[in-house]
Structures are given as C-alpha cells and as structure tokens.
C-alpha cells in the first residue's frame, strides 16, 4: 500500500493514549519550530490532534489548537492583523512529516479534517517565511497569505501568517 493512502486519525486530545500524546510531542519537538516548556500540556488542551502511521511508525502529525491569548496578541502585533478570538478562534498548527515520507501530500491529509472539525469557524496558521511547502499547502486549503512577514521570537528567522475565514 502507497503511504499517500493511509488512513488519518483524528480526535480530541483525551482519546488519545499517553503514548500517542508523548509521540505527538515528540514529533513536535523533531519539528524545532515549537517551545517545548509546556508542550505537552497546550498539546492536551487542543481542539483536535491527527496523525498518520504506517504500522506502528508515525509519518505525521498535526493539530488544531486553541491558541491562547498572549500568543494570539503576538501574531496579531507581529503581522500586523487582528486575529481576535471571535473571528479566528483556531489555529492550525505542529504540522510535522517525517522527512522521508514528505512529498506524499500527508501535511494535506493531516490537516483538511481538522479543518472540518473547526465547523466553519475562522483559522489562522504560521509557517516560516522560507517555508515553500507549507507555503503551497496553505492556500490549497483555503488559507490567504496575511499581514506582512514577521521575526520570530523563537530564532533568527521570520514568520508569514495565513488566515481562514469562517
């Protein structure tokens, strides 16, 4: 069977082993984009986690996370878009393919059923500027490229914001 058609599975944090949590943090982590002082804990209190596996090898993650309020000013302020939470209370993110499984539109299949469990509801993700993948990825599923390009706090690089509205 083509890795391309595995099957995602998807549900909210607590239906989710402690094993499959601490892999979900893991592949963040191997991600290096991410804070992991208290990963775990934003990684529980997420709206929707999924994953793809081959066996029992994890290819892929992502999650739609309810981001909170300081760091939802953060992007607001670096971007320069108001990202209020009535308006965008999702964020698509820790979208994480094992590098030798990326060019199988995984990213894609991980993230289009979080997009159908945030009922219609506004969206926004980061990616880094030099992201070209994820830079493709976003528009395909409805995401506009928004505000300008911003540093990150994170390290020397700089962050685009893409935005879903509801």
């Not at 058609?5 to 094993?19: C, H, N």
């Not at 804070?35 to 990684?43: I, T, W, Y």
């Not at 539109?105 to 506004?122: I, M, Q």
């Not at 300008?148 to 962050?159: C, E, H, M, Q, V």
């Amino acid at each position: 069977m083509s890795i391309a058609y595995l099957p995602v599975i998807v549900g909210s944090p607590a239906s989710f082993s402690d094993a499959e949590i601490g892999d979900f943090v893991a592949f963040v982590c191997a991600g290096g984009e991410v804070a992991s002082d208290g990963l775990e804990a934003r990684v529980r209190a997420a709206e929707q986690l999924s994953f793809i596996r081959h066996s029992v090898c994890l290819l892929g993650i992502a999650g739609l996370k309810k981001p909170s309020r300081h760091y939802r000013d953060e992007v607001s302020k670096g971007s320069g878009v108001d990202l209020r939470e009535d308006t965008f209370p999702y964020e698509l993110g820790w979208v994480f393919v094992l590098p030798s499984a990326r060019g199988n539109h995984l990213a894609e299949k991980l993230c289009k059923p979080l997009l159908d469990a945030a009922d219609n509801k506004g969206i926004f993700a980061t990616t880094k500027l030099l992201n070209d993948a994820m830079h493709v990825i976003l528009p395909r599923l409805g995401f506009l490229k928004s505000g300008i390009p911003y540093d990150s706090n994170r390290s020397a690089y700089k962050l685009q914001l893409f935005t879903r509205a509801q």
